[in-house]
């Protein structure tokens, strides 16, 4: 636990040896979630080490908590284990996956993978193909086909179903197109910048361009061409 594996400050482990300054790990991923949860629910750092109290069933110091914070693209280590992403998830009243979420504009590779941190969304909900032995777990929890059950008991009661609030693949849908349109907007964005950019220099030219940078006029036209020598040999 959080408590129980706590560090003093000063003596964090550094990052290993082997990893790229341009890697991230899924530690710093969840380190990122939970300062984003604690701004999402308004609190303090001092309020969060109380809620956590609850579950971790010992306060932690302020310091410990920034430290986890400061885990995200720092230069020290902060390694979390089951039980205290546990801890945050019902210490802030949201969903595990939360905090295995990919921070917004964060294309780092992950550590020791071929995968991007971009791309951590689809190793969390899963592939379509992939989701056949989570629908037969599921099944064997007593969840079976929740979307059908959802439209009879809306049938008889006129009211949302719990049943289909809670589908699996209702939710993986929804925040995958959410995740998709995040990812989508700011691929767009570039694009269009990229486009502007090469539209202008089709109409500037190299020398305008570099004349706009530099705000140097000497730039803006090619220097006049050198007058052509007489051959001698021709007027002999």
């Known amino acids: 636990m959080v408590g129980r594996r706590r560090i003093p400050r000063g003596d964090e482990p550094q990052l ?9 790990d899924l530690n710093e991923v969840v380190a990122y979630n939970f300062r984003a949860a604690r701004e999402l629910r308004g609190l303090t750092q001092e ?13 932690l110091p302020q310091a410990s908590i920034s430290a986890i914070e400061r885990a995200y693209e720092g230069d020290r280590r902060r390694e979390f284990d089951a039980h205290e992403i546990l801890a945050f998830a019902l210490a802030f009243d949201l969903p595990l996956v939360w905090f295995f979420l990919p921070p917004p504009g964060d294309t780092r590779r992950l550590y020791h993978t071929s995968n991007y941190v971009s791309e951590l969304y689809g190793v969390v909900f899963g592939r379509e193909d992939q989701l056949g032995p989570v629908y037969e777990r599921l099944r064997q929890l007593g ?10 008991v809306e ?15 209702q939710r993986r849908k ?9 990812y989508s907007d700011g691929v767009d964005k570039a694009a269009d910048e990229l486009g502007a950019f090469f539209d202008h220099l089709r ?22 061409a050198e007058p052509t020598r007489p051959n001698r040999k021709a007027r002999q």
């Open 155 to 169: 049938a008889l009661t006129g009211q949302p179903s719990p049943a289909g609030q809670d589908s699996y693949r």
């Open 47 to 59: 309020e969060t080490a109380q809620l956590l109290e609850r579950s971790l069933g010992q306060r």
């Open 143 to 152: 969840i079976d086909e929740p979307a059908a059950a959802a439209r009879t």
């Open 16 to 24: 290993p040896s082997d990893r790229s300054p341009g890697e991230a």
């Open 174 to 182: 929804q925040v995958l197109l959410a995740l998709l349109d995040q």
């Open 203 to 224: 109409l500037v030219g190299v020398r305008g361009l570099v004349a706009e940078q530099l705000s140097d006029a000497d730039y803006q036209s090619p220097p006049p």
